[in-house]
């Protein structure tokens, strides 16, 4: 049996997917084509994922009783990063034994699979069917294909028509209440119209803390609500925002677990330089700020900007991103002398006096430390919170 996998987000599923699908199939004699919708993909880090149970639902709504088509669940079952290997070894365990394997890619994604994760390996599991475009450059194209052949790759190509449709502009229209008919197979539309996909507005508490549960591991995710919680509290004792606190507790660390490339793909460089060490420690904190506008729908400038320096503070923080600054070192799950100098600092009842003591003890830390680069922004914040707490001085003299 010749068995095509279309891999994919399907966010949503529309009739360019199913059009090519069949196109490949039939040029190439599969016997059916397996639509696997991808849980959680790496690259699809700076925007919210529709939950698996909607996008599964809409492909099985468009394919209905459409021969030679199927659906899987096998990757959405998962609620961590999902690579093609891991599917495939799954798939392996439960097909026939004469059973062969077609992962069909597009043309542009030739040249990198020798990149995937354990690409020897996935060679090994499976032959790619390329779908080749009208319009596509011949001279490119050859080239990633010699280059995925000489690399160990069984490739087989299959023309298919240029269908202009994407699924960001789909999202986009539906979010914006305009027609989407054309676009999407009938039961999708309904689907996206009944169960209101797609709004643009940012997205209830407790579906960003589920999300963020997804991103981090258990022990980092327990941080992150301790910080939540010392957030909250810090913000009642000096007057924040409950609500602010919270969100910014909750999300400040969602970037911590990024691989290197996520932040690549997201924009954010991640070579040393004078400000950063080009490591996750400095580098999350912008990153988290992305993710909490793009993939959340954060617009409050407070709280990006309080998960944007929570690391390193910044001179002028305000309200909001003092206390996440000092909250990321109080709550209860940090433990040690460096941490309880900052809670006594509180306990005085002085919030700049903690921002100072804190980045006092960071940068003590770093120049205890063996090949430790300090942060310059660290010096900033602390030559501020100094200044300012001179200035209050002065004044109450």
């Known amino acids: 049996m010749r068995t ?8 949503p599923v529309h009739n360019g997917h199913l059009i090519c699908a ?23 880090i700076a925007r919210r994922i529709t939950p698996p149970e909607d996008r599964l639902a809409m492909l099985r709504a468009a394919i209905g009783e459409r021969e030679g088509f199927a659906v899987s669940d096998i990757e959405c079952r998962r609620r961590k ?30 040249a990198d699979v020798f990149n995937w994760y354990r690409s020897a390996d996935v060679f090994r599991l499976c032959a790619f069917a390329a ?14 294909l010699r280059k995925a052949q000489e690399a160990g790759a069984t490739v087989l190509v299959a ?3 240029q269908i202009d449709i994407s699924a960001t502009q789909i ?12 676009f999407v197979p009938e039961p999708v539309r309904a689907y996206i119209r009944q169960k209101n996909l797609y709004r643009p507005a940012q997205l209830h508490f407790s579906e960003i803390y589920e999300d963020v549960e997804t991103l981090l591991s258990p022990r980092r995710f327990t941080h992150s609500i301790g910080v939540m919680e010392e957030s909250v509290r810090l913000g009642e004792r000096f007057g924040a925002d409950r609500e602010k ?16 490339q996520q932040y690549r793909w997201l924009g954010i460089k991640t070579d040393a330089s004078g400000e950063y060490d080009g490591k996750q420690v400095l580098l999350h904190g912008e990153a988290g700020a992305i993710l909490a506008e793009t993939r959340y729908g954060v617009r409050d400038p407070e709280i990006l900007a309080a998960i944007r320096w929570h690391i390193t503070g910044r001179p002028e923080m305000g309200l909001l991103e003092q206390i996440l600054f000092v909250a990321d070192y109080t709550e209860p799950g940090r433990e040690g002398a460096v941490f309880d100098l ?34 310059t922004q660290t010096v900033r914040t602390r030559n501020w919170a100094l200044k300012k707490i001179a200035e209050e001085a002065e004044h109450v003299g």
């Not at 991808?38 to 690259?43: D, F, I, N, T």
């Not at 599917?87 to 043309?107: C, S, V």
């Not at 779908?131 to 990633?144: A, L, W, Y």
């Not at 999202?171 to 008919?181: F, T």
Request: hydrophobic share 40%.
């Open 22 to 44: 069949d196109a490949v199939r039939r040029q190439l004699a599969l016997d059916k084509v397996v639509f696997v919708p991808a849980g959680v993909p790496p690259h699809k």
């Open 159 to 161: 023309d298919v028509p």
């Open 81 to 110: 990063y999902t690579y093609t290997y891991d599917t495939l070894i799954e798939l392996r365990r439960t097909a026939a034994a004469d059973e062969e394997f077609y992962w069909i890619i597009g043309a542009d994604t030739l």
């Open 4 to 11: 095509g996998i279309f891999g994919g987000t399907f966010d």
């Open 171 to 182: 999202r986009a229209a539906a979010g914006a209440g305009e027609e989407i008919g054309a």
């Open 131 to 144: 779908m080749k475009r009208p319009g596509c450059d011949e001279t490119v194209f050859q080239q990633s």
């Open 342 to 375: 900052v809670r006594e600092t509180l306990r005085k009842g002085s919030l700049l006096r903690a921002v100072l003591a804190e980045c006092e003890s960071t940068i003590q830390y770093v120049i205890n430390g063996k090949d430790r680069q300090l942060c």
């Open 245 to 260: 606190c919270r969100l910014a507790g909750l999300l400040h660390d969602c970037a911590k677990e990024l691989t290197e």
